[in-house]
């Protein structure tokens, strides 16, 4: 067929795609301007209830003593052969087992795995990293530096770079949305995978279609599609509106310490230390409409039954993704958005029998 008519053909598809594209970022847009203008209103409160703390944040000067903690492992640094960039990482059991590499979310950093640490060295070689943009990796201040592709290819300089040929894949947040592409692309690369309070992009693309509620627990994504200013307004009042994601009495982590706050606070008090992690989510609408996809890795998936930020359907609307027989997935009576921090000793024993048959 002439290529004059095969273009001719295909250009109504063309046309029909731009216009939705151009529709769906016109209310992203409106939805940002809306988010932007409720979270200002937030942070003004914050600044007026408390005036001494001013309208940035404080920057930390010395990290807090439980980020050197040695019983959690030994810090090193890798350069990826992709990128040249060098990314942090925390690593113990080196020669005890299969590498078990944990992807942290927003706002965290390696600390977030530091209960998954003390409990998986004895077994295993557990290495936390800190991701592109976090903590003491490194931080290319462009958005296109934080595409899922560039990020997918992160990870996959992780695993051959320590020396493996796959790995288990334990993900929460941000993380496990990687993780949940990462297993569709990279599949060679993982044996199993642990997924905490997250679901593929294509899955929450078309749930969120139809259960717009959802939409409103997720709001905060609106708003960190607009440049400078949501770094800006997470760092009024000293980065009061983090503290309260992190601490609230019902929608945080339960028992936080100041210290263990300090530690995730510390790398965002940086010089740019917000702008890598929400660099993120400026991606998120990129490759928007997604076909759905096929899920295959034997995963173990947990779920908080009162996650703030997330709707218990999701778990329905990933399982029917699924091959049959590779999901494993469980609700936990109570929880909230953190399990790894905030119910450590239930991930493990899922963790423990999901993994029994690799311990040989």
């Known amino acids: 067929m002439p290529e004059l008519v095969v273009t001719a053909l295909l250009a109504p598809s063309r046309v029909t795609l731009k216009l939705l594209r151009a529709f769906m970022w016109s209310l992203v847009f409106c939805a940002a301007l809306l988010t932007a203008a409720v979270y200002g209103c937030i942070a003004l409160t914050h600044v007026l209830c408390r005036p001494r703390r001013g309208c940035c944040g404080r920057p930390r000067r010395t990290p807090p003593a439980c980020l050197s903690d040695p019983t959690l492992g030994e810090h090193c640094f890798l350069t990826l052969k992709s990128s040249g960039l060098r990314l942090h990482y925390v690593s113990a059991g ?165 210290n263990e706050l300090e530690a995730f606070l510390y790398d965002f008090s940086q010089p740019g230390g917000l702008t890598g992690p929400l660099n993120y989510y400026r991606n998120l609408f990129r490759n928007l409409p997604l076909e759905p996809q096929e899920l295959a890795t034997p995963t173990l998936l947990l779920w908080g039954e009162k996650d703030t930020y997330l709707e218990q359907g999701l778990v329905g609307a990933i399982s029917s993704r699924f091959v049959p027989g590779r999901l494993e997935a469980h609700i936990l009576p109570g929880v909230g958005h953190w399990i790894p921090q905030s119910n450590p000793e239930e991930m493990h024993q899922y963790m423990w029998a999901f993994l029994q048959d690799l311990l040989g």
Not at 111 to 135: P, T
Not at 138 to 160: F, H, S
């Open 94 to 258: 080196r020669g005890n087992g299969p590498l078990m590499l944990f992807l942290h979310g927003f706002p965290e950093n390696w600390f977030s795995w530091r209960y998954q640490l003390w409990e998986f060295q004895s077994r295993f070689h557990v290495v936390a990293v800190d991701l592109r943009g976090y903590g003491s990796s490194d931080a290319p201040r462009d958005v296109d530096c934080y595409t899922i592709d560039l990020l997918m290819a992160d990870i996959q300089d992780v695993i051959l770079g320590l020396g493996y040929s796959k790995c288990i894949l334990v993900a929460h947040d941000w993380g496990a949305v990687l993780a949940w592409n990462f297993s569709i692309y990279y599949p060679s690369l993982v044996e199993r995978m642990v997924v905490v309070s997250a679901a593929p992009m294509s899955v929450y693309q078309d749930y969120s279609i139809h259960h717009i509620s959802q939409f409103f627990r997720s709001n905060y994504v609106f708003l960190f599609q607009l440049p400078w200013l949501p770094e800006k307004l997470l760092s009024m009042s000293d980065f009061q509106i983090l503290k309260t994601t992190l601490t609230h009495r019902k929608r945080g982590i339960p028992h936080l310490t100041p």
